[in-house]
């Protein structure tokens, strides 16, 4: 079993910035991807950013020059810098990994944290 625990969500004005982090432990022999995803009310979730274990990385184009993805493998952490921040970046944010347990290989998905860019 393998839990993602996220943290550093809240309220921020417009141009303000955020990180958000999210922990991965349990059964975990190697995480291959890691990254966030977003869901506004009534909207689909959409992705926001990955990480590669190698370091590579991709950016919705909504997100990219102002949102940066990192990650610490020895802390099986994961991390979104969120700078410039918009009224339309309100959202529920998830992250998800690719973890390789015993066994198998499978997605998890953390429990969500809550942005919100309001004046």
């Known amino acids: 079993q393998v839990q993602l625990v996220e943290s550093g969500g809240g309220l921020v004005q417009p141009g303000g910035s955020l990180r958000l982090s999210c922990a991965a432990s349990g059964s975990i022999v190697s995480i291959y991807d890691m990254g966030w995803y977003r869901q506004a009310p009534g909207k689909q979730r959409e992705l926001v950013a990955t990480?590669?274990?190698?370091?590579?990385?991709n950016y919705a184009d909504s997100v990219k020059d102002r949102f940066a993805i990192s990650r610490d493998n020895a802390k099986n952490t994961v991390y979104l810098l969120m700078n410039s921040l918009e009224l339309e970046d309100t959202a529920v944010y998830y992250c998800?990994?690719?973890?390789?347990?015993?066994?198998?290989?499978?997605?998890?998905w953390g429990q969500g944290t809550q942005v919100t860019v309001s004046s």
């Open positions: 998800i990994s690719t973890v390789l347990t015993t066994g198998k290989i499978d997605d998890y």
């Open positions: 990480i590669t274990s190698g370091g590579s990385r």
